[in-house]
């Protein structure tokens, strides 16, 4: 029990942070030594906030398991997917010959993140934003490639949700864009330079 404790997610049943750490590594060195692609998805639901908002908590927690086996039934053997806290998850998908190998992957997962279920005699409907990033074409570390995968869901999210995009140059460049806009204005404000208008 203990064991089970510390490597899945008490809610969902999934692996959870520290496990998936350990499967992404044992991946990437399985992925070089036989010259295959790995997806690494990072998946945001859209609109699950308000469904907290509006019923209880209970009813998020249900509507988080009923999505996080959904998915789980849409994965392929050998992939693995985590909760790593929240509405968030990550998918690791192994043994790609090329990219387009996970579209469909892809495809299956947002359709069951966008499922409707009913819990508690309410009819529940949210949606999935998903970043990918692929190594070792992104040839960085375990947790660069989360980074970027995160980054790339931003951008789905920016896009208009319920959909993917892959990493890129220019998403990571946006992404630093707004760190150090960020950076500039808790700055600004620690300095006291901003002023307020009423209009």
Known sequence: ?????????ALTGLP???LLADRLQRAMVQSQRRALSLAVLYLDLDGFKPVNDRFDHDVGDQLLVAIAQRMKEVLRDGDTISRIGGDEFVAVLVDLDQEQDCLPVLERLLEAASSQFVVDGNRLQVSASIGVTFFPKDDVDADQLMRHAD???YQAKLDGR????????DIERSARGRHLLEQHMRSALERGVFEVFYQ
């Open 1 to 9: 029990q203990l064991e089970h404790a510390a490597h899945y997610d």
């Open 16 to 18: 959870n942070r520290v």
């Open 151 to 153: 980054q790339a869901m």
């Open 162 to 169: 319920n959909r993917f995009r892959f990493f890129s140059q």
